[in-house]
């Protein structure tokens, strides 16, 4: 790309759930790229699925984005000149550019339904050919097209894919990447509803804000390829395209939430602080210099370069984030971790929210404490109510697989509040066998350590959705390394 051309880059995550520690991570060398060359930093959201995204996830991305300290000079809340910034408010855009497409012949409408589509991918996983769409409405003439969509039968439209060569394109961390056009499916691009898919609307909001790098994680260098069949048949000019490495477990998986909090709002309920959370990501895959690896996002931002990262797939290690986060707040003065500490859970507001579950077991100010303290403390120890933990009757992989599961369900609950939880949890119980008494008390220990708490499900809306989650996971973990009970032996009377 030219130099002449002003910087654009965009972080555009979608609103279906929380706000993840990715998303952090890539934009915070989305940002710091930027700001290194005087450019813009937008801001995109990627609502087109229509059945999971929601305004609260989307309000939580941009106030986490906030509070680790990232600002975007455009985007859905701002504005800009490239707007909208929301791609549920795009529609008309990509349905004119899709049409431009089937009307060149780079796309086609394919009328094929849910169940011959299942029962082909069947087909081809048992002969262990490449599972893929074969391309039946592709031989459709025009015109057979048009009456079939004509006469209101439901249809997508796929990208039509070269069969044959190599789609060969530069990264700028990896070099030159090829990829067999035989194993790329012809990818859909417009659905059903008429929403587009990610592919589509990446490519055409890209091109249309004037995006002129598109720095992602390496999970999406697989689909590069079809995002260039895209520039090119619509005659644009593509992107620089840098895949930045995943942030991986310290077994070198990517990471999860079952092996680490991925929620930026954990980070934020657990009193890390921001800037310590956003210079261990500047860490991940990155070096300012030899081995100092304490540094202000303005430091990192004066001598940036994408020449200094690793691919080696950077570990996201909590204990190892803690330790910065220790060194960030012993360089605080008192006054300083007073305030941080009335910003974290000692405000107004959080004492206020904590009074009703207090006040009718208090008979003196000195009891609020340990009533509450579980409130305040990030992982719990278990250990002291170990018989409270297995139910009579469960064994250690039955109970953990219950609060795991639980954790799954709680993953997509969108009402945190006790009005929300409580049918949501007795739906559950009688889903997986287990009597409400018995779920209840388990699920009350798992988040407190404790028999005897407030109310569970008020309980579990003071700690909020991140805090109450980890702690389940980590109760999982717990009863998961109990022993399992010896098996039933014969009694015989003699």
Same mark, same amino acid.
């Given at each position: 790309?030219?130099s002449?051309?002003?910087?654009?880059?965009?972080? /555009?995550?979608?609103p279906t759930?929380?706000?993840?520690?990715?998303t952090?991570y890539?934009?915070l060398f989305?940002?710091?790229?930027?700001?290194k060359?005087?450019g813009?930093f937008?801001l995109r959201?990627e609502?087109?699925?229509?059945?999971r995204s929601?305004?609260?996830?989307e309000?939580a991305?941009m106030?986490?984005?906030?509070w680790?300290?990232?600002?975007w000079? =455009?985007? +859905?809340d701002?504005?800009?000149?490239c707007? #909208?910034y929301r791609?549920s408010?795009?529609a008309e855009?990509?349905?004119?550019?899709?049409?431009?497409l089937?009307e060149?012949?780079?796309?086609y409408?394919?009328?094929c339904?849910?169940?011959? @589509?299942e029962a082909?991918?069947h087909e081809q996983r048992?002969?262990?050919l490449f599972?893929?769409?074969d391309?039946?409405?592709?031989?459709?003439?025009?015109?057979?097209?048009?009456?079939?969509a004509?006469?209101g039968?439901?249809?997508v439209i796929?990208l039509? %894919?070269?069969?044959t060569?190599?789609i060969i394109?530069v990264?700028?961390?990896?070099? =030159?990447?090829?990829f067999d056009n035989a194993?790329?499916?012809?990818?859909?691009?417009?659905?059903?509803d008429?929403?587009?898919t990610y592919?589509?609307?990446n490519v055409v909001d890209?091109h249309l804000m004037?995006i002129t790098?598109?720095?992602?994680?390496?999970?999406?260098l697989?689909?590069?390829?079809?995002? %260039?069949v895209?520039?090119q048949?619509f005659?644009?000019?593509p #992107? =620089?395209w840098?895949?930045m490495?995943?942030l991986r477990n310290?077994?070198?998986?990517?990471?999860s939430?079952?092996?680490?909090?991925v929620?930026?709002?954990?980070?934020r309920a657990?009193?890390?602080l #921001?800037?310590a959370?956003?210079?261990?990501l500047?860490?991940m895959g990155w070096?300012?210099?030899?081995?100092?690896?304490?540094?202000t996002?303005?430091e990192?931002?004066?001598v940036?370069?994408?020449d200094?990262i690793? @691919?080696?797939?950077?570990v996201f290690d909590?204990?190892?984030?803690?330790? %910065?986060?220790?060194?960030y707040l012993?360089a605080l003065?008192?006054?300083?971790?007073v /305030?941080r500490?009335?910003?974290?859970r000692?405000?107004?507001?959080?004492?206020?929210?904590?009074i009703?579950l207090?006040r009718e077991?208090?008979?003196?100010?000195?009891?609020f404490?340990?009533l509450t303290?579980?409130?305040?403390?990030?992982?719990?120890?278990y250990?002291p109510?170990?018989?409270?933990m297995? #139910?009579k009757?469960?064994?250690?992989?039955?109970? /953990?697989d219950?609060l795991?599961t639980?954790?799954?369900?709680l993953d997509?609950q969108r009402?945190?509040s +006790?009005?929300?939880?409580?049918?949501m949890?007795?739906?559950?119980?009688?889903?997986?066998?287990?009597?409400?008494?018995?779920f209840?008390?388990l699920?009350?220990?798992?988040i407190s350590?404790r028999?005897?708490?407030?109310?569970?499900?008020?309980?579990?809306t003071g700690?909020g959705?991140? %805090?109450?989650?980890?702690?389940?996971?980590? /109760?999982a973990e717990?009863?998961?390394?109990?022993? =399992?009970p010896p098996p039933?032996t014969?009694q015989?009377?003699?």
């Amino acid at each position: 790309m030219s130099s002449a051309i002003p910087v654009r880059v965009r972080i /555009a995550p979608s609103p279906t759930g929380d706000p993840h520690v990715g998303t952090a991570y890539i934009a915070l060398f989305n940002y710091v790229f930027a700001k290194k060359n005087a450019g813009q930093f937008i801001l995109r959201i990627e609502d087109t699925d229509r059945t999971r995204s929601t305004p609260e996830s989307e309000t939580a991305i941009m106030e986490s984005l906030r509070w680790v300290g990232l600002q975007w000079d =455009e985007g +859905p809340d701002i504005g800009g000149p490239c707007g #909208p910034y929301r791609q549920s408010e795009r529609a008309e855009i990509y349905r004119q550019h899709v049409a431009k497409l089937v009307e060149s012949g780079a796309a086609y409408r394919c009328f094929c339904t849910a169940e011959r @589509l299942e029962a082909l991918r069947h087909e081809q996983r048992r002969q262990g050919l490449f599972v893929g769409y074969d391309g039946l409405c592709r031989g459709r003439t025009r015109t057979e097209s048009e009456t079939r969509a004509g006469a209101g039968e439901p249809f997508v439209i796929r990208l039509a %894919m070269p069969r044959t060569g190599e789609i060969i394109f530069v990264d700028r961390l990896r070099g =030159e990447v090829k990829f067999d056009n035989a194993q790329i499916d012809d990818q859909i691009l417009m659905k059903t509803d008429g929403f587009p898919t990610y592919h589509l609307a990446n490519v055409v909001d890209d091109h249309l804000m004037g995006i002129t790098h598109v720095i992602r994680a390496e999970e999406w260098l697989s689909s590069t390829p079809k995002h %260039m069949v895209l520039y090119q048949a619509f005659g644009w000019q593509p #992107p =620089e395209w840098i895949h930045m490495p995943l942030l991986r477990n310290a077994d070198k998986s990517k990471i999860s939430k079952r092996k680490n909090p991925v929620s930026l709002g954990y980070y934020r309920a657990s009193g890390f602080l #921001p800037e310590a959370l956003l210079n261990y990501l500047g860490t991940m895959g990155w070096s300012i210099a030899g081995d100092r690896e304490q540094f202000t996002l303005d430091e990192m931002i004066a001598v940036f370069t994408f020449d200094r990262i690793s @691919l080696g797939g950077p570990v996201f290690d909590l204990v190892k984030l803690s330790a %910065m986060n220790g060194d960030y707040l012993r360089a605080l003065d008192d006054a300083g971790v007073v /305030a941080r500490l009335r910003t974290w859970r000692l405000s107004d507001d959080y004492l206020r929210s904590l009074i009703p579950l207090a006040r009718e077991r208090m008979q003196r100010l000195d009891q609020f404490l340990p009533l509450t303290e579980f409130f305040f403390s990030g992982d719990l120890d278990y250990a002291p109510v170990v018989k409270d933990m297995l #139910p009579k009757g469960r064994t250690p992989k039955q109970t /953990a697989d219950c609060l795991v599961t639980f954790v799954e369900a709680l993953d997509v609950q969108r009402d945190f509040s +006790p009005a929300g939880l409580e049918p949501m949890a007795r739906a559950f119980a009688e889903k997986s066998g287990w009597a409400t008494k018995e779920f209840f008390m388990l699920v009350r220990v798992a988040i407190s350590a404790r028999k005897a708490t407030p109310p569970l499900f008020e309980t579990m809306t003071g700690l909020g959705k991140d %805090m109450a989650r980890r702690r389940l996971r980590q /109760a999982a973990e717990f009863v998961k390394r109990l022993p =399992e009970p010896p098996p039933p032996t014969d009694q015989k009377t003699h």
